[in-house]
């Protein structure tokens, strides 16, 4: 990524749920177009990191800048770097009570304003781009759990964000799901979207990472190009994490 | 409509029972006073025929008061109910504190005692008539528990849709009005259709200051004429129609937004 525009740094980051620390003092660079794969153990701060990119946690201490914009506590900072970044959930979080079309055309008429006939077009555009084209009329508890997470990444898409974060978003899907979804993150891998992902799906992660990143106890503990990564990590943590998740 | 009638079947038999009972009991109780009977003067007060036409009698006048001054109280309590529940679920410290002392003066506060201090205390000052300090009252004394209802409701809504709605750049207003109000609206629902309930009952306590709804019209009607049995009976079952209905409209909405999401 030598020579490209740094895109989201992350300066001496810490953070504290009460006395509970589970940032300490992270730092990271990632650029544009750059995919970054973030992995580690149960309660080792992933989401906590990814959340404080786009503002879902205060950090306690350090620095954040997203696309130029310093995120400090000021609303309208907040608002600007929310939709540059797109998040995709774990668990969805799809409007129940709004049809896939209006859950996609929310964001860009109330946030972006514009007309609810571009708004619509655009999110035909997206559900066509994540393979979805026929279910816009329906509710969500109508779809399946990979039909779900592929129009929350339609929704994310549809605000035309400059970066994506993922939080483990093939965790909650039946097995037979997952590759739907990744495929589709593949795809967006290629169309050169800055992408920052935790997931455990280390297919996925040889095939689209430029750098893997390995948290433990609110640490960044490595962060190298996956060749280096997957062949010589060079903590023991991190292999024994490796050995743990790649046996089967 | 069948199944409203499944569901509601049993509890209206036992209520049909129990008024049976009420009604046996009074009427041997009556029998033993020596009571004169007089329904035939009632319906009069309910509306005359006379040779000017049609005219609705005082219980109906009555009863139209209640109604709009209950009305009127409850879009009250609404609007002040979801402001306070806002404040307190804000993270302003001064917003929430407030709603909090608010909240726990009303709770501690009897009816009556309010109704009197809106009255003789606000009423001068603020050149309130009884009937605008008794909307008043009503109204401020149900924001405290239609903010609860609020407040509950809208906790209700899991924390991910907040979220996702933040991701997308939305404020905590547009959040609030197009992903959480309307999701909560399906748990606020059957406890705000008990607050109308609620309201049109304690709108009775107004008939202290002399407000002339249906409870003090029947009160006039007996100094006049003493058919106390008669006339309570009749206030009652009026009381009784207005709540029922409400409750059986209720039940027909919570179907309709259930089917909806
Ligand atoms: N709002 C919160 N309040 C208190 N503690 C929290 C909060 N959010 C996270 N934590 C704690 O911070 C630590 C890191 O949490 P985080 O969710 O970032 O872990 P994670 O790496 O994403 O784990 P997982 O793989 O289980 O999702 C955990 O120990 C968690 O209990
Ligand atoms: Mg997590």
């Not at chain 1, 109330?110 to 655009?122: H, L, M």
């Not at chain 1, 609110?218 to 790649?246: N, T, Y």
């Not at chain 2, 006379?50 to 609404?78: C, K, N, P, Y």
Request: hydrophobic content about 45%; proline content about 4%; glycine content about 6%.
């Amino acid at each position: 990524m030598a020579g490209r525009r740094p895109i989201i740094e992350i300066r001496n980051v810490d953070k504290y749920f009460g006395e509970f620390q589970a940032l300490n003092d992270v730092s990271l660079t990632i650029h544009a177009g750059e995919r970054v794969v973030i992995c580690g153990p149960s309660g080792s701060g992933k989401s906590t990191l990814l959340r404080c990119i786009n503002r879902l946690e205060e950090p306690s201490a350090g620095r954040l800048t997203v696309d130029g914009i310093e995120l400090t506590g000021a609303k309208d900072t907040l608002r600007r770097v929310r939709t540059e970044v797109g998040m995709v959930f774990q668990q969805f979080n799809l409007f129940p009570h709004l049809t896939v079309l209006e859950n996609l055309t929310l964001g860009p008429m109330r946030v972006r304003r514009i007309s609810r006939s571009e708004a619509t077009e655009r999110a035909r555009k997206y559900l066509d781009r994540v393979h979805i084209p026929e279910q816009a009329e329906k509710y969500p508890s109508e779809l399946s759990g990979g039909q779900q997470q592929r129009v929350a990444i339609a929704r994310s898409l549809c605000m035309e964000p400059r970066i994506m974060l993922f939080d483990e978003p093939t965790s909650a899907l039946d097995p037979e799901m997952i590759n739907e979804v990744l495929d589709v993150m593949v795809e967006l891998a290629g169309s050169g979207m800055t992408m920052v992902c935790v997931t455990h799906e280390m297919g996925f992660a040889r095939k689209v990472a430029d750098t893997m990143v390995f948290m433990d106890e609110g640490e960044i503990v490595e962060s190298s190009p996956p060749d280096a990564f997957f062949s010589r990590p060079s903590s023991k943590r991190c292999r024994q994490f490796l050995d743990r998740i790649l046996e089967h | 409509m069948p199944e409203l009638v499944k569901t509601r079947a049993i509890p209206v038999v036992l209520y049909l029972i129990v008024m049976y009972l009420l009604v046996r009991v009074s009427l041997t109780g009556a029998e033993a006073m020596g009571y004169n009977w007089q329904w035939y003067r009632i319906p009069d007060y309910l509306f005359r025929l006379t040779d000017d036409g049609f005219q609705w009698g005082e219980i109906s006048l009555g009863l139209v008061t209640t109604l709009t001054l209950s009305l009127q109280a409850f879009l009250i309590a609404l609007a002040a109910g979801l402001i306070v529940a806002l404040l307190r679920l804000s993270d302003l410290v001064v917003g929430s504190a407030l709603a909090v002392a608010f909240l726990e003066f009303v709770r501690n506060m009897p009816l009556l005692v309010l109704l009197y201090l809106f009255y003789y205390v606000l009423g001068p000052i603020f050149g309130l008539d009884r009937y605008a300090a008794s909307v008043l009252c009503l109204g401020i004394y149900h924001a405290a528990l239609v903010s609860e209802i609020f407040r509950a409701g809208i906790q209700a809504v899991s924390t991910g849709q907040w979220e996702a709605a933040r991701s997308i750049g939305l404020s905590t207003g547009q959040a609030y009005r197009f992903v959480v109000l309307p999701q909560s609206i399906k748990f606020m629902l059957p406890p705000m259709a008990g607050e109308a309930v609620h309201i049109v009952k304690s709108s009775a306590i107004v008939s202290v200051i002399a407000v002339v709804e249906l409870t003090t019209t029947g009160r006039n009607i007996i100094a006049d004429t003493y058919l106390s049995f008669e006339v309570w009976f009749t206030v009652a079952a009026v009381y009784l129609a207005i709540t029922l209905t409400l409750s059986i409209f209720v039940t027909f909405l919570e179907k309709r937004y259930a089917v909806k999401s």
